[in-house]
């Protein structure tokens, strides 16, 4: 349900400037009542793009007044959600039966509730059936009208629900709060089109939309002046980003204008589309001082008779010719996939099509997940769903394989030299810090805090299964 008219993205801008002016009037009244500024906290749930998510609802609630916490006993409480499987949707049942008894002892307390899950009809009757003490839902086609759903929320005596069905709009340049100082994710498109038989997403973030390449760079150099200097590009299928744009543009090129903006030294993108990866993507890889050596590759399934039940579009051989013409071309590069275990009518046969590709592919790194059914997917209507023994059973055997060769591809660079972003202190043990290298995985090194958001060298001593333990490189 649609309640405010189109404005353009500039008015609707404008629009929410004013809104969070007002937000800002209820926060300094319950300032003055509590005697204390008020906190607020955003949990997110989910992938890279609810993060980003979060970090623009940050941004609002900090201009709003309130003083940010990673404590879920503060005044305000907003759990980001997802809804890609379902023990994502069980874990926010379960935390906001936690937040019903902070509520009690603080009334005051105010509870929203945003993201994929709550594009969901069942999900909203839910919460207004069992789920009464939450103030405010919204979902993922109005997070821009953040400040005006506060005000609604500050002003309205009982829950205020708000969800689309559907969006054109991108509004550019509201507030956002990052997390880290020197590293950010950058939306470069939204929704996606691919309707992959299993996945929820295209129902719940809508169709495909690009944002404008002027946008994107402006707001990136923005970033790099504010001192990030590595950036992710963010989008359910960025290979296919521009392609309904007005003046279309491949995401090969953007990364070329990416590429050019002084003070980014590092670029990352999330996630690719096997049927979308271009030679044009490969060769701008390959040539770039910048993009970072790993590529996320999800395969889903090495089976071809389930990738065509999936609908995804590749057989097992294409996948496997992509990942090839990868190596030869960029040799140094870390692919990373996603697979689904326990889609309907996939047989012990297909997982070892799965773990097939999984030896010859080489992954760095492989998340694996158990096939969720979700309501609304073709999927969930297929009638030969797999036994839950049957599902384990592929699941343990695919699983060791992963473990086994990514452990092998991890411990290759051992005694390597290799640039780390330093992006903190190890929470385990202070006193080492922790760096990301281009190929995405984590080193551990003793060092100052102050390298945090520095590319240093760094020497791979040795390798503990997926991360490593060296020490900072002295340059000659
Ligand atoms: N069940 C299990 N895994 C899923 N994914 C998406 N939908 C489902 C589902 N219904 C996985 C895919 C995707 C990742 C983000 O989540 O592997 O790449
Ligand atoms: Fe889901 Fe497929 Fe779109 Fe990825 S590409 S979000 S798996 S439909």
């Not at 069942?122 to 821009?144: C, M, P, R, W």
């Not at 990866?277 to 790993?294: A, F, G, T």
């Not at 790194?365 to 096939?371: E, K, L, V």
């Not at 003793?446 to 340059?475: M, S, T, W």
Request: hydrophobic fraction near 35%; charged fraction near 30%; glycine fraction near 6%.
């Amino acid at each position: 349900m649609r309640t405010t008219e189109k404005y353009t993205g500039e008015q609707e801008k404008i629009r929410q400037e004013g809104c969070i002016e007002r937000a800002e009037e209820y926060v300094k009244a319950l300032s003055i009542r509590l005697g204390r500024r008020p906190t607020c906290c955003v949990t997110t749930f989910g992938c890279q793009m609810n993060a980003r998510d979060s970090e623009k609802l940050a941004g609002i609630l900090e201009r709003a007044g309130y003083e940010l916490t990673e404590d879920e006993s503060a005044d305000f409480v907003i759990f980001n959600t997802c809804t890609v499987r379902d023990n994502a949707n069980q874990r926010v049942y379960g935390r906001l039966g936690h937040l019903n008894s902070l509520k009690k002892k603080n009334p005051h307390m105010k509870i929203a509730l945003c993201g994929c899950m709550m594009q969901e009809k069942a999900v909203i009757e839910k919460i207004q059936k069992s789920y009464g003490f939450v103030d405010l839902i919204f979902g993922t086609h109005n997070i821009y009208k953040f400040a005006e759903l506060l005000v609604r929320m500050f002003e309205a005596d009982r829950m205020v629900v708000d969800i689309w069905e559907d969006t054109d709009q991108i509004v550019e340049n509201l507030p956002v709060e990052r997390k880290y100082p020197f590293k950010s994710g950058i939306n470069i498109m939204f929704g996606c089109n691919n309707f992959c038989s299993y996945c929820i997403v295209p129902y719940v973030r809508g169709r495909e939309r690009s944002r404008n390449p002027e946008d994107i760079i402006n707001e990136i150099k923005k970033m790099a002046e504010e001192g990030v200097v590595e950036v992710m590009l963010l989008g359910q299928n960025v290979n296919s980003y521009g392609k309904n744009l007005a003046a279309p543009m491949s995401f090969a090129q953007l990364l070329r204008e990416v590429e050019k903006i002084d003070g980014i030294k590092r670029i990352r993108f999330m996630t690719s589309h096997p049927k979308d990866l271009s030679d044009e993507l490969i060769q701008v890889m390959k040539e770039s001082k910048k993009i970072c050596r790993h590529l996320h590759l999800p395969l889903q399934s090495g089976s071809t008779r389930i990738l065509k039940a999936m609908n995804r579009r590749y057989t097992k051989e294409q996948y496997l010719a992509l990942a090839e013409k990868i190596r030869k071309e960029i040799p140094d590069i870390a692919i990373t996939t996603d697979i689904i275990v326990g889609f309907p009518g996939e047989e012990p046969a297909d997982v070892d099509e799965t773990i097939d590709v999984v030896k010859k592919v080489q992954y760095d790194n492989a998340f694996t997940f158990i096939y969720s059914k979700r309501t609304g997917t073709p999927a969930a209507a297929m009638e030969n769903q797999v036994p839950e023994e049957v599902v384990k059973e592929g699941f343990d055997r695919l699983l060791k394989v992963v473990q086994d060769t990514a452990r092998q591809r991890v411990s290759l660079l051992e005694g390597q030299v290799q640039e780390a972003l330093v992006e903190g202190v190890n929470q385990q043990e202070r006193g080492l810090l922790t760096g990301r290298l281009s190929n995405n995985t984590i080193v551990h090194f003793p060092g100052d805090a102050r390298l945090i958001g520095q590319i240093v060298p760094v020497y791979l001593e040795q390798c503990h299964g997926f991360y490593y333990i060296g020490k900072l490189h002295e340059r000659p």
